[in-house]
């Protein structure tokens, strides 16, 4: 591939490249130090960092928003999360939402941790 080519492809590629960034497949690991992030389910919205719902399509999974497809697969995931037992051991406090429409961030400072 010529520097031209290169050149001209790379416009391209910055474009496509934070798209795949923003993508929201999550793999829930086992162990802690196999995870990206350390995640604790709150009992309240208003105690939460990110409302998340959970998505049946993988399609409808994009942006970083609190639209999360669990994967099967750590493979397939964007993110391998940890769910704690503990709000203390947790990087992100997240509250489960009946509705995609009330999935977001509540506490915007921590959505570098899902990029």
């Given at each position: 591939m010529s520097k031209f080519h290169i050149v001209i492809l790379l416009p391209f590629l910055l474009l496509i490249s934070p798209i795949n960034l923003l993508s929201q497949k999550i793999f829930s690991c086992e162990s802690k130090y196999d995870a990206d992030v350390k995640i604790f389910v709150v009992e309240s919205k208003y105690d939460?960092?990110?409302?998340?719902?959970?998505?049946?399509?993988?399609?409808?999974?994009?942006?970083?928003?609190?639209?999360?497809?669990?994967?099967?697969?750590?493979?397939?995931?964007?993110?391998?999360?940890?769910?704690?037992?503990?709000?203390?051991?947790?990087?992100?406090?997240?509250?489960?939402?009946?509705?995609?429409?009330?999935?977001?961030?509540?506490?915007?400072?921590?959505?570098?941790?899902l990029f």
């Open positions: 939460a960092d990110l409302l998340v719902y959970k998505e049946e399509s993988k399609y409808n999974a994009d942006g970083n928003k609190g639209l999360w497809y669990f994967t099967k697969s750590k493979y397939d995931a964007d993110k391998k999360i940890y769910f704690t037992e503990s709000k203390y051991d947790a990087d992100l406090l997240i509250y489960f939402v009946e509705s995609k429409y009330d999935a977001e961030w509540r506490v915007r400072s921590k959505m570098h941790l």
